[in-house]
């Protein structure tokens, strides 16, 4: 186990009890039911917790009291609640993190409603912590209506070139889409705004970013192949959704390349299809084109220069270190 899983482990159910403050039951008894309790739920089913223990991370990166960026942190998991539902929605998703999604148990209308309400909250956490100086407040919500665009717009290639069969992608166009999709929120963002929090200077608050955006991608396409090959994914029920789902991985545009099966790969990629033998044939395709181990050496890669810029921007120290841990964790983990 690295140094930053055992970070992970030893913060993150401290963060859930703070998360849990902000569900609480509304003015009529059935707001709980229908809204924030079904919210309260999703949101204990926890992750990592990465995205907003990073961003407290970084605040003690730049020499701040970590702290002052709990709210912030809280902002950016209320996003990726958000994201997640609404994500589920539009993929026709059955499960989440082992358990039925939400819009399955409550219907499509009450999970995008609860999405709304961590939406809401993303904003109005920041909004409403008078710790925070005005003026830093105002940086952090700049930071978070940017990142929920970028994301947005991510979203927006990734459905768009789903819904029309577009296949006729570079791997250019997937860095573009993942970047903006998945780069922003999982990495640039909480690493900037936690360095904004902390009093970093401009020069490390750029330095931050830049290595939180990089980590960010190589994080996503790790996720890509892991999907397609992961031991531990294997016993999971979207195994190799991503193929079913015909997304555009680096590995499969990598692949619609170079592949001289391409044709056969575009078949199965446009057909939905959910049969073991398709799904194990496309990934078969994608592996003797050398396009999973291009995607894991393009993430490798990625990361050693962030880790390497990093070092050279910031000083020496635990939480330093423990954000470089980080880094080989995205792209080292199994699950």
Not at 137 to 153: G, K, N, Q, S
Not at 207 to 221: C, S
Request: proline share 2%; with cysteine; glycine share 6%.
């Amino acid at each position: 186990m690295t140094a930053f899983e055992l970070y992970l482990k030893r913060n993150a159910k401290k963060f859930d009890a703070y998360l849990a403050r902000f569900f609480k039951d509304g003015t009529h008894e059935d707001m709980g039911r229908y809204l924030y309790r079904l919210l309260a739920d999703y949101t204990a089913n926890a992750g990592k917790r990465h995205r907003p223990l990073i961003c407290m991370l970084a605040a003690e990166a730049v020499g701040g009291d970590p702290e002052r960026a709990r709210t912030s942190a809280a902002a950016i998991e209320h996003f990726h609640t958000a994201a997640l539902i609404h994500d589920d929605i539009m993929d026709s998703s059955l499960t989440r993190r082992g358990v039925p999604c939400l819009h399955v148990t409550e219907g499509e209308a009450l999970a995008i409603n609860a999405g709304d309400l961590a939406l809401a909250l993303v904003t109005g956490t920041v909004v409403g912590d008078d710790t925070l100086e005005p003026d830093v407040r105002l940086r952090v919500l700049r930071e978070l209506v940017d990142m929920t665009t970028r994301t947005i717009e991510g979203q927006a290639l990734d459905i768009g070139w789903a819904r029309d069969d577009r296949f006729n992608l570079t791997v250019d166009d997937y860095l573009v889409m993942a970047t903006h999709k998945t780069a922003f929120y999982s990495g640039a963002v909480p690493l900037a705004i936690g360095a904004i929090a902390g009093g970093g200077t401009d020069e490390q608050v750029a330095a931050l970013r830049a290595f939180g955006e990089a980590t960010g991608l190589a994080f996503q396409i790790q996720d890509d192949v892991l999907n397609l090959v992961g031991t531990r994914e294997a016993t999971k029920k979207d195994f190799r959704s991503d193929v079913t789902e015909g997304k555009r991985t680096l590995a499969a545009v990598h692949a619609l390349e170079h592949s001289d099966r391409r044709e056969r790969l575009l078949e199965i990629l446009a057909s939905r299809t959910e049969d073991p033998a398709l799904l194990e044939e496309a990934v078969t395709i994608m592996r003797e084109s050398g396009s999973i181990e291009f995607a894991r050496s393009y993430a490798r890669g990625i990361v050693l220069t962030a880790q390497a810029d990093l070092k050279a921007a910031l000083p020496k120290s635990k939480a330093r270190d423990l954000l470089l841990s980080m880094a080989d964790f995205f792209v080292e983990r199994d699950s």
